[in-house]
Nanobody
């Protein structure tokens, strides 16, 4: 029943920062965002969808793709059922539509980059980084 909605995408100059938000709603009373593996993906035109980061509360770990490691930080706020992606030192190559995603059936982080495992997706928010 959960629905996801991203926000925060914008046009930014190279070297700048953006903070993306993903708000989850529609959870049952006994179901919460931190019960699941949650992730951020991005997709540029003509490119494959790329896993950016995930948080697994079960595993107690946050993971990042090599392409964003050291520049992006993912976090969650369980009280608000929200997740965030802080993006620093942005590069033109970061230009893409960014999606949040949730695996409603599993909480572990194994194979977290496989987009097929996620069954809840937001519509995406556009990030454009100019040089």
């Amino acid at each position: 029943e959960a629905q996801l909605a991203e926000s925060g995408g914008n046009l930014v100059q190279a070297g700048g920062s953006l903070r993306l938000s993903c708000q989850a709603s529609g959870f049952r009373y006994d179901d919460h965002l931190d019960d699941h593996l949650v992730a951020w993906f991005r997709q540029a035109p003509g490119k494959e969808r790329e896993a950016i980061s995930c948080v697994s509360k079960r595993d107690g770990i946050t993971k990042y793709a090599d392409s964003v490691k050291g520049r992006f930080t993912m976090s969650t706020d369980n009280a608000k059922n929200a997740m965030y992606l802080q993006m620093n030192n942005l590069e033109p190559e970061d230009t893409a539509v960014y999606f949040c995603a949730v695996d409603s059936k599993r909480s572990h982080s194994i194979n977290w980059t496989w987009d097929w495992r996620y069954d809840r997706w937001g519509r995406g928010t556009q990030v454009v980084v100019s040089s």
